[in-house]
């Protein structure tokens, strides 16, 4: 009689599922406590070529790829890790918040998947895998602030446990991704903005442009990114009406002005939030982690770091492969569940919208990406 899922002395060995956005991702994670645990594979087969010519995730593209693949990467992170199913002791499934299609793909796929090996089914929350990467990558202890920063996703939240999670604010518009990959696509640059923008912006004067910090000097940590992108749209116009056309020099000093803007934004409310958890929580060690595609920028986690130097709280940033979209995090997040006891079976539904704290507001706008929970 093997001991219950949930006795820290029973090794767990679980298959993460995840498709809520443009990824079809599968991996597998052994944790036997006391040691840390251990990614037996991890496979992200990402689908931007589908989505290149539309300047953003098509749904319905998004879903059918997911469809046609996910069986794939399952089997693709067994044979890695050199499992079969019937080895496994659980399957960890995305059921929000995200695409529905995508959703829907690897919940059908995850509950057959159950129904034919008996192996129980948790459903994920794909912003509570984010959150609790640090605990996967670095194995620390709550509580501690995390920053969420990516194409669909931009919040901090306190993380008390694997299902206490407090957003202390969020954007009320567009990611920081998202504001990325429009300016680069109003300056002509390449998808995805991100990359292209922080490379142009090296060799730009960032004090050049006075861009809009949006909601700065709002009290809490509510975030704006949409203003930002027009105000770069139209010093662009005034640029080109002035020159005939964009000079590299102007479009690297718009790089580099749009970048400080966020960073300055992102560092002023993560100095708030910062200020929030050192008060609410007292923490012994203090820790503020950042996660999301936007976690890459130099510029950005230079000034996230300042402020975590200042206030004498560590910084910490997962590799980012495990930042980005992907089924660890999902697995990591299941093992979290069952070892506290509190996977939630087989009742939950795929959901579009699924806030990490639902005694907050819900988010305003749903971007490219999808809904912003
Ligand atoms: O986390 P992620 O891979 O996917 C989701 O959004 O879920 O994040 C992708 C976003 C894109 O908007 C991309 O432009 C942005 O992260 N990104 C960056 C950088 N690298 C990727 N933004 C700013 N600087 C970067 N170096
Ligand atoms: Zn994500």
């Known amino acids: ?109 995850a509950r057959g998947l159950s129904a034919a090996t008996g192996l129980p089914l948790i459903g994920v929350n794909h912003l509570a895998g984010h959150a609790l990467t640090p605990r996967l990558t670095d194995g620390i202890a709550f509580p501690y602030l ?31 991704g998202e504001a990325f990959d429009k300016v680069a696509r109003l300056l002509a640059l390449p998808q995805p903005g991100g990359p292209s923008v922080e490379i142009e912006a090296r060799e730009g004067n960032p004090k050049r442009f006075a861009l809009p910090r949006p909601l700065m000097d709002r009290p809490g940590c509510d975030m704006s990114f949409s203003g930002l992108k027009t105000a770069v749209l ?19 000093d718009l790089c580099a002005s749009f970048q400080a803007a966020v960073a300055d934004l992102l560092a002023t409310k993560t100095q708030r939030a910062l200020k929030i958890y050192m008060e609410h929580s007292a923490p012994t060690a203090p820790v503020i982690a950042v996660a999301g595609g936007v976690a890459a920028n130099q510029t950005l986690r230079g000034a996230l770091e300042a402020v975590a130097n200042a206030a004498s709280v560590r910084f910490l940033a997962p590799p980012l492969s495990l930042c980005t979209d992907n089924a660890a995090m999902i697995a990591w997040a299941g093992i979290e569940q069952l070892r506290a006891g509190i996977a939630p079976g087989q009742g939950f539904t795929a959901r579009p919208r699924w806030p990490l704290d639902d005694r907050t507001a819900p988010m305003l706008g749903s971007g490219k990406k999808g809904a912003k929970a």
């Open 1 to 109: 009689m093997s001991l219950p899922l949930h006795d820290p002395a029973r090794p767990l060995t679980v298959l993460g599922i995840e498709s809520s956005c443009d990824d079809t991702a599968s991996a597998i994670i052994r944790h036997a406590a006391p040691a840390r645990p251990e990614i037996l594979s991890n496979v992200v087969w990402g689908q931007a070529a589908l989505h290149a010519d539309f300047g953003g995730v098509v749904p319905e593209i998004a879903a059918r790829a997911h469809a046609e693949k996910l069986d794939l990467a399952v089997e693709a992170a067994l044979a890695q890790a050199d499992l079969r199913l019937n080895t496994l002791d659980a399957i960890a499934v995305t059921a929000g918040p995200g695409l529905i299609g995508g959703v829907l793909s690897s919940v059908m796929l």
């Open 234 to 252: 139209r010093t662009r116009d005034a640029l080109v009406a002035e020159h005939g056309g964009l000079r590299r020099a102007d479009r690297a």
């Open 146 to 176: 995390m920053l969420l920063v990516s194409g669909g996703h931009c919040q901090f939240l306190l993380v008390e446990g694997p299902d206490r999670f407090t957003r202390l604010g969020g954007t009320i518009d567009d990611a920081p």
